[in-house]
């Protein structure tokens, strides 16, 4: 059983920052890329930004120049810096994770997702 564990949402005022964590555990034999993804009330889920095992990383246009992703490999662990938030950026965000699991099998697992409020 592998589990994604996030933490660090909340409500911030524009121009705040905030840092989301999410750690990975369970029946794991490797993590692939991480990623964050976010969903707006009545959108679609969408990708905020992803980060390869060797660190290699992309990002939505809207989010290039403030937040930054990285990650922990030892730890199995992805943030999410976020900076200058907007408005627009409330959403409940979602870590994702590529992990091989000692079933045998490459799956997609989720977060709990979070929620990032942005308002004044």
């Known amino acids: 059983q592998v589990q994604l564990g996030e933490s660090g949402g909340g409500l911030v005022q524009p121009g705040g920052s905030l840092r989301l964590s999410c750690a990975a555990s369970g029946s794991i034999v490797n993590v692939y890329t991480m990623g964050w993804y976010c969903q707006a009330p009545g959108k679609e889920r969408e990708l905020v930004a992803t980060i390869s095992s060797g660190g290699v990383t992309n990002y939505k246009d809207s989010v290039e120049d403030r937040f930054t992703i990285s990650r922990d490999n030892v730890k199995n662990t992805v943030y999410l810096q976020m900076n200058s938030l907007k408005p627009e950026d409330t959403a409940v965000y979602y870590c994702?994770?590529?992990?091989?699991?000692?079933?045998?099998?490459?799956?997609?697992?989720w977060g709990q997702g979070t929620q990032i409020t942005v308002s004044s």
């Open positions: 994702s994770a590529d992990i091989w699991s000692d079933d045998g099998y490459m799956s997609r697992f």
